[in-house]
């Protein structure tokens, strides 16, 4: 069961401004990608639903969050129907993300109170999310849809609306800056935070350093 309750997931997706998104099938890999990111500052992790078995990888790392990372919120992404959002929120996940966007699938996390973020490209999409309870929309993939001026032009209409951006994000001030001056809430970032050269070579120290480093930059240009 969800261990962090819906504001303050929403909170910490706010206050910190960026949540890796990760996928590895190897335990101990993932294990120690979470760490490093929980010393680099962050506390949102998206753990990614991309291979086989991923939910069981998932299992095991919500309880070593529970025990190395207490003040880590994990979350579950790449979900694209109601069925794998219900088996992530029975083992422990605090928010479901996904590409695109399922009305069903915001029945049954909205039936737990737990945060459903779903992938949505146009500003009917966005809308249609808000209107079935979604509190934050994932404008995805950003960097295709319009980057940083769609944000932008969406936030005028609709100043209401809490934005997290992936797809085109990266760990740079330039790159940063731009998303957050066009009022994202939060950046989601994946491969960027991750370089395969880092992983493969165990350096859990960098992808410290890269967290630290991007969420420094988030909180000096707000």
């Known amino acids: 069961m969800a261990k962090f309750n819906k504001l303050q997931t929403l909170e910490a997706m706010r206050s910190t401004g960026m949540v890796p998104v990760f996928y590895h099938a190897d335990i101990t890999v993932a294990q120690n990608v979470l760490k490093a990111c929980y010393a680099g500052g962050v506390r949102v992790f998206e753990f990614t639903n991309r291979g086989d078995f991923a939910q069981e990888v998932f299992a095991e790392l919500v309880k070593f969050a529970a025990k190395e990372c207490p003040e880590m919120i994990l979350g579950i992404g790449s979900i694209v129907d109601p069925a794998t959002a219900a088996i992530y929120l029975q083992i422990g996940a605090n928010f479901v993300v996904g590409p695109l966007f399922n009305p069903e699938i915001a029945k049954v996390c909205n039936r737990r109170l737990i945060p459903y973020i779903p992938g949505c490209g146009s500003v009917s999409e966005i809308g249609y999310a808000q209107e079935v309870g979604c509190d934050v929309c994932k404008v995805f993939p950003a960097g295709n849809v319009g980057g940083p001026s769609f944000v932008k032009n969406v936030k005028a209409p609709m100043p209401w609306s809490m934005l997290m951006v992936t797809g085109g994000v ?53």
Request: hydrophobic share 45%; proline share 4%; net charge neutral.
């Open 170 to 222: 990266e760990p740079t001030k330039e790159n940063l800056s731009a998303w957050v001056k066009a009022g994202v809430s939060c950046v989601g970032m994946g491969s960027n935070l991750f370089p395969a050269q880092v992983i493969a070579a165990k350096e859990w120290d960098k992808i410290s350093a890269l967290c630290k480093e991007s969420l420094d930059i988030i909180r000096e240009v707000r």
